[in-house]
């Protein structure tokens, strides 16, 4: 039932003429407002500040458009990071801004991902204003045929010594090798289940087998090594009871709080959210924001069969 479901939301994500219909729709606005902040970069540090203030969370900000192959997207993309960034040096916000790498031109020009990459760390570093650590360009994963390119691109920002992370996926049966790498380096890296599914050859296939890698990549990221070669590790799930032993991990191999973090979605299990922050756990919301909404937000709705009364009343509120 929850397979057919989400594949039925997927599909509903996919079509244009359904995206055009639904983001003209007052009611669906506003059940995408629970997962998007708002069309511009204005909203997304609104509610950037409102998390911080209220509730003592950070954010990571991430301009949504998918599939994105022409030219005037991808400077539509760079713009809007570097106009987040310009904006940070200001605000008194500690701030992730997700970069995925076809966003910047992987798909269209990708001998200059590189410098566009670069150009925005550069951005991030001078908002940090000589403060190590509190903003960095994190790397989002796409599919598999892309993390070399992606892991490239990290090392190459960290080499120049600019603010950059890396997100790794627990779905990839390479994640492993390429975890023990950077916690060698001392870096810092998102660990997710993965949204993509790939051949056997490279990839887990079943939920329980995806789940018992997550575990074991969350010890190797919570280890006494990883701690003591300044590694920096971000469990970013939803998954309540992986974040409880990720806890404990964390308490039996002497990780002091905030040097360690907990991320999950804007609107996804927010009462998880709230209540890691209020036992003083550094966590960080992924808060999307822009104009092309509706793929991205009807995922999420699909995500939960509980979701499609949402759905159907924001579809009947016109
Ligand atoms: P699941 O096992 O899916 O869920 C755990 C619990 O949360 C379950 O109880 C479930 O019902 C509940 N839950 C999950 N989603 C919802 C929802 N929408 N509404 C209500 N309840 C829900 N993937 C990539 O491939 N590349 C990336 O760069 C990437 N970046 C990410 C960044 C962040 C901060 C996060 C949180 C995820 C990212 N993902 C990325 C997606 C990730 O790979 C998973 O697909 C997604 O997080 C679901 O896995 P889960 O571990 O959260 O938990």
């Not at 992370?165 to 049966?173: F, G």
């Not at 040097?259 to 209540?275: I, Q």
Request: aromatic fraction near 6%; include cysteine; glycine fraction near 8%.
């Amino acid at each position: 039932m929850k397979r057919l479901w989400q594949r039925g939301m997927i599909a509903l994500a996919r079509s244009s003429a359904v995206k055009d219909f639904m983001q003209g729709r007052d009611g669906m606005r506003k059940l995408a407002q629970r997962f998007v902040a708002g069309p511009d970069v204005a909203s997304a540090f609104a509610t950037a500040e409102r998390l911080l203030d209220e509730k003592g969370i950070r954010t990571s900000f991430y301009y949504l458009g998918e599939y994105v192959d022409r030219l005037e997207l991808v400077q539509e993309n760079v713009d809007q990071k570097l106009a987040i960034a310009a904006r940070l040096a200001d605000a008194d916000l500690d701030v992730h801004i997700s970069v995925d790498p076809t966003q910047i031109g992987l798909q269209t020009d990708a001998e200059q991902v590189g410098p566009r990459a670069r150009s925005i760390g550069r951005a991030i570093a001078l908002a940090s204003g000589g403060k190590p650590g509190l903003h960095c360009l994190m790397l989002d994963m796409e599919d598999a045929s892309v993390v070399d390119v992606t892991l490239a691109l990290h090392d190459d920002l960290r080499r120049l010594e600019l603010p950059a992370a890396v997100t790794l996926q627990a779905y990839l049966r390479r994640t492993e090798g390429d975890l023990i790498r950077l916690i060698a380096a001392g870096a810092k890296a998102r660990l997710v289940k993965g949204a993509f599914v790939g051949a056997k050859h490279v990839a887990f296939a079943t939920e329980p087998e995806i789940k018992a890698n997550y575990r074991k990549l969350v010890a190797l990221m919570l280890s006494e090594e990883a701690r003591e070669s300044g590694f920096y590790p971000i469990i970013a799930t939803h998954d309540d009871r992986i974040q409880a032993e990720a806890l404990a991990l964390a308490r039996e191999n002497g990780w002091p709080q905030s040097t360690y973090e907990f991320e999950m979605l804007l609107g996804v299990r927010s009462d998880v959210a709230e209540a890691l922050a209020q036992q003083g756990e550094r966590v960080r919301l992924y808060v999307p924001f822009g104009r092309d909404w509706w793929p991205y937000a009807i995922r999420r709705i699909g995500e939960n069969p509980a979701n499609g009364v949402l759905l159907a009343r924001s579809l009947l509120a016109r």
